[in-house]
């Protein structure tokens, strides 16, 4: 079991570009988060799908954020017009979905620097 | 929305000496996971623990429900578990709200 795999692990963007994360779950797991890290925000909440609909979004900056799971073997989270302040590591994590025993494994992280 | 407190917030031992770490939330948890992190590293599940008492080689969790609170004791600690323990709980909608983390630092 290969674990969660994220893509690209390290990118760099100019301000105003749009930077793609894919993330790949684990196989059999139906649930899968996005979480972003900085040092002084911590972790933080973005989205999550279970069985690919999305289930809660509320994390997500409305305006230039999206995530989509078009199937269940990888999602993506698409940031339009990045800005220096979306800089982070943005995390994946999967589960088996069941709400109260669902252990999420996390990916190593995309790590976005926008300059 | 939920609050997750974790205390202390950074820990200093010499390899050896046991580490208690405490996790505090403002919200009935229906899931709580333990975490760690390495310095630049990924994170690693440690231990999933809504309630009651688990072990799992040095480390033990105790998650008192009702009382809101959980604590990770590490014994014998060695240096290479020097890096952020991290405490998350969800609240039956399946998603983790995270604390700020213990830093642990473990000198030889």
């Known amino acids: 079991n290969a674990g969660v795999i994220q893509t690209p692990r390290h990118k760099v963007t100019g301000k105003g570009q749009e930077a793609t994360l894919w993330c790949e779950p684990i196989?059999?797991?139906?649930?899968v988060f996005w979480y972003r890290q900085t040092i002084v925000q911590g972790l933080e909440f973005l989205t999550y799908f279970r069985n690919q609909a999305p289930i809660d979004d509320s994390g997500m900056p409305k305006e230039r954020f999206s995530a989509q799971m078009p199937n269940q073997s990888h999602s993506t989270l698409k940031i339009q017009s990045t800005q220096p302040q979306d800089s982070a590591v943005y995390l994946c994590?999967?589960?088996?979905?069941?709400?109260?025993?669902?252990?999420?494994?996390f990916g190593e992280g995309s790590k976005l620097t926008v300059l | 929305g939920q609050q997750v407190q974790q205390s202390p917030a950074s820990l200093v031992l010499q390899e050896g000496e046991n580490a208690e770490l405490q996790c505090n939330f403002s919200s009935t948890a229906t899931q709580l996971q333990w975490f760690y992190q390495s310095p630049g590293g990924s994170l690693v599940s440690l231990l999933s623990?809504?309630?009651g008492t688990k072990h799992t080689g040095r480390l033990t969790s105790t998650t008192v429900t009702k009382e809101r609170r959980s604590s990770l004791h590490i014994s014998s600690s060695q240096t290479t578990d020097s890096g952020t323990y991290l405490c998350?709980?969800?609240?039956?909608?399946?998603?983790?709200?995270f604390g700020d983390g213990t830093v642990l630092t473990v000198k030889p």
């Open positions: 998350a709980i969800s609240t039956n909608t399946g998603k983790l709200t």
């Open positions: 994590a999967s589960s088996t979905g069941h709400i109260n025993t669902g252990q999420l494994y």
């Open positions: 196989s059999g797991h139906s649930a």
């Open positions: 623990n809504p309630s």
